[in-house]
């Protein structure tokens, strides 16, 4: 006789972030079946770190989906790309309609779109989460952000928000995102925002380190101090602990890391997708760039004999008050630059709703990242206060706090992107951070001449600011042309 099924829900993968996941779930009561493809990983899961739990195994797909409740839910933990296709196509024969499948992976948003529209088309309901926190958040609490069939929510909901982080009102950092691929949009962007995040503390820290001559133990103390106001966050609190680390030796460690930067590839997704949007993220941009930089470690070092430039040892590095305030400059420049970075995520965030058709809530996201995640700061309690006191706020650099903010460590910002570009210290994310601060606060940008170029070489036309917007013109301007335009288009 068939028993019935007990458990709430099957997790597929049993790598860290899947392993973590599912105790995760069965700390919080629910039932979990574990899978995965090589099933000596079950056993060895059920015998060690799921000794003495309510987790399943199961040794075959069939199993698996047997020992679920209706409806069942299948969570995917795989490595993103082939892998999740391939598993949808092995898990739907043994699905009903109403049954979910749910992919925790990384997976790029057009993935998901795709992916959303077949398990639909049968029958099934799809969900598409990014899970942040890494290993640690996956067991102990993400943040979450789910996307997909708007149906599926409420099956999923009671358990994704029980395992989430919790902010300190108790809210879970867990909430719908949207249809489709929102869910893995709003994880890549929030991937992206990380990426500028970590550049800007490098900058940080080669600016101490270079231009000040700072110890690992002095710039320690340094971020200690930034983690207890303004810049509080899950970034400059491990930035703390890694410079106070020691190596066997007792020399820092991190002197002895070589400096060539890895990259999975969500940060450069955002910026092909802000690209394709015609959105501005140029902090992101350039952090994913600064890795590539730092990758061409064999040429850097020849470059560096034959490719002369100042001393970066600043004058200042010597007195102990001026040091004292420069360190001061580069906090507020920090603090401001991340100010720019959220901004661009958001305005890209906007765009992408407008573009497929997502109604997203601001504020919400904001809570979403406000724990559990790698971007987890008191910062982003900020943001949500912005859109809760204003739905319709176009830009985060309008909202009353933040415009105040940067206008507090403008002096600063501008002051440590100057001296860092007099002694040869490269900023790449600061300075570009001040150039779209100062870019979007300009009523008049040069794109007038821009226009004529094109206009001249290309016959693309342009607008003249004497007449309504949408007329366009062309001129002949070497007198050998014709009067025939280049139809018009926007990039």
């Known amino acids: 006789m068939m028993t019935e099924p007990t458990a709430d829900i099957a997790v597929i993968g049993l790598a860290v972030m899947g392993q973590n996941l599912i105790l995760n779930m069965n700390d919080h009561g629910f039932t979990v079946v574990a899978y995965n493809r090589t099933v000596q990983k079950v056993d060895e899961f059920l015998a060690h770190e799921a000794q003495g739990t309510r987790v399943q195994g199961a040794h075959s797909i069939e199993e698996m989906v047997a020992k679920l409740k209706r409806p069942r839910r299948v969570m995917l933990m795989v490595k993103a790309g082939k892998a999740v296709d391939e598993f949808i196509d092995h898990v739907i024969p043994h699905l009903e309609p ?79 995102v949207g249809g489709n691929g929102a869910g893995h949009y709003v994880k890549m962007v929030h991937n992206g925002i990380e990426y500028g995040d970590m550049q800007l503390i490098c900058e940080a820290y080669q600016l101490m380190k270079d231009g000040l001559g700072m110890s690992a133990d002095e710039m320690h103390e340094v971020f200690k101090e930034w983690n207890e106001g303004d810049l509080d ?32 590839g969500t940060g450069k997704w955002t910026v092909i997708s802000s690209q394709e949007l015609g959105m501005p993220v140029t902090l992101i941009a350039e952090a994913v760039y600064s890795r590539c930089v730092s990758a061409m470690k064999d040429e850097r070092v020849k470059a560096s004999k034959r490719l002369k430039g100042p001393k970066p040892l600043l004058p200042v590095a010597g007195d102990a008050e001026k040091r004292k305030k420069f360190i001061e400059d580069i906090r507020q420049a920090l603090y401001a630059a991340k100010i720019v970075s959220y901004a661009q995520g958001y305005m890209l965030m906007r765009a992408a709703a407008e573009q497929y058709n997502w109604k997203l809530n601001y504020g919400g996201i904001a809570l979403m990242w406000r724990g559990g995640c790698i971007i987890r700061s008191v910062f982003l309690g900020r943001i ?108």
């Not at 979910?100 to 992976?105: C, F, L, N, R, S």
């Not at 057009?110 to 067991?139: H, M, N, P």
């Open 98 to 176: 109403g049954d979910i499948i749910i992919d925790g992976g990384n997976s790029l948003f057009e993935d998901t779109i795709r992916r959303t529209q077949y398990v639909e088309s049968k029958g099934l309901l799809y969900i598409g989460t990014g899970v942040s926190g890494g290993e640690e958040g996956a067991r102990r609490g993400p943040s979450i952000m789910p996307g997909g069939s708007p149906r599926a929510w409420e099956h999923v909901k009671p358990i994704f928000q029980a395992i989430a982080a919790k902010v300190d009102d108790g809210s879970p950092c867990c909430d719908w």
């Open 233 to 264: 966050s899950y970034l400059v609190e491990i930035t703390r602990d890694i410079l106070g680390y020691k190596d066997e030796d007792g020399s820092p460690l991190v002197d002895q890391i070589l400096d060539t930067a890895g990259q999975k």
């Open 384 to 491: 949500k206060e912005a859109f809760d006191k204003n739905k319709r706020l176009g830009n985060l650099l309008l909202d009353p706090f933040f415009k105040k903010a940067i206008r507090g460590a403008q002096r600063s910002w501008r002051n440590v992107v100057a001296t860092a570009v007099k002694k040869g210290i490269p900023v790449p994310a600061f300075s570009t951070a001040l150039a779209f601060y100062d870019g979007f606060r300009s009523e008049r940008l040069p794109a007038n001449l821009l226009q004529a170029q094109r206009d001249y070489f290309g016959a693309h036309t342009y607008e003249r600011l004497d007449r309504p917007r949408g007329e366009f013109f062309h001129t002949n301007w070497t007198g050998r042309g014709g009067t025939t335009a280049s139809s018009t288009y926007t990039v």
